[in-house]
């Protein structure tokens, strides 16, 4: 059985920084592109970043470039999201997903895997 646990989530002043973990199981982490994905109340599921499976390539959304960093340890099947500057409009529901097929897509629909999500809230 496949499991994606996120966790770091929480609550942090505008300006300050966190750090989400994802650990996966069940399945073979290295053959996985892994993403993180993030939702706010109203709002559809935004793709944040991804990380090619050597962790070669990463890609990410225009308003986290520069403030987030997105890693992974093949090692310990854990993918990182290091968040800095945060700002209140980064309040979401935090989901990292796991795409066994592509090189990489922003598209969550082409995702096998999904975590239960862990929420940021940022206060101004």
């Known amino acids: 059985q496949v499991q994606l646990v996120e966790s770091g989530g929480g609550l942090v002043q505008a300006g300050g920084s966190l750090r989400l973990s994802c650990a996966a199981s069940?399945?073979?982490?290295?053959?996985?592109?892994m993403g993180w994905f993030r939702q706010a109340p109203g709002k559809e599921r935004e793709f944040v970043a991804t990380?090619?499976?050597?962790?070669?390539?990463?890609y990410y959304v225009d308003s986290v470039k520069g403030r987030f960093t997105i890693s992974r340890d093949n090692a310990k099947s854990t993918v990182y999201l290091q968040m800095n500057s945060l700002k209140p409009e980064d309040t979401a529901v935090y989901y990292c997903a796991a795409d066994r097929a592509t090189g990489g897509t922003m598209n969550p629909l082409l995702y096998d895997y999904w975590g239960q999500g862990t929420q940021v809230t940022v206060s101004s």
């Open positions: 069940g399945l073979t982490f290295s053959s996985y592109v």
């Open positions: 990380i090619s499976r050597r962790a070669g390539s990463t």
